[in-house]
Nanobody
């Protein structure tokens, strides 16, 4: 059974940092691209970052220089290190996975990912 479990969300002040983790299971992690999406209330789901099976990384412009995605294949875990957080980063963050090669490399389009986690809330507020 495919599962993606996110953790690490919480409440943080503007300018603070959080590290999200995504632990996929039920498929061969090494062959999958993993992405982070987020959805704020009343807004569409937005692609934030992805890491391909060969460790190429991609980011939406609004988080470049602030967020870092990484994968640890030995631990079957993907991380999203978020720094210099802003109020507008507040959202539910979702981890998603898809078999590498089934979509354009570095895709941040939600419809291209077939496996999703349940989400973790990130709130940036003073």
């Amino acid at each position: 059974q495919v599962q993606l479990v996110e953790s690490g969300g919480g409440l943080v002040q503007p300018g603070g940092s959080l590290r999200l983790s995504c632990a996929p299971s039920g498929f061969n992690f090494d062959y999958y691209d993993i992405a982070w999406f987020r959805q704020a209330p009343g807004k569409e789901r937005e692609g934030v970052s992805c890491v391909t099976k060969d460790d190429s990384t991609y980011y939406v412009d609004s988080v470049k220089g602030r967020f870092t995605i990484s994968r640890d294949n030995a631990k079957n875990t993907v991380y999203l290190q978020m720094t210099s957080l802003k109020v507008e980063d507040t959202a539910v963050y979702y981890c998603a996975a898809e078999f590498s090669g089934r979509m354009e490399k570095g895709s941040l389009l939600a419809y291209e990912y077939g496996y999703w986690g349940q989400g973790t809330q990130v709130t940036v507020s003073s």
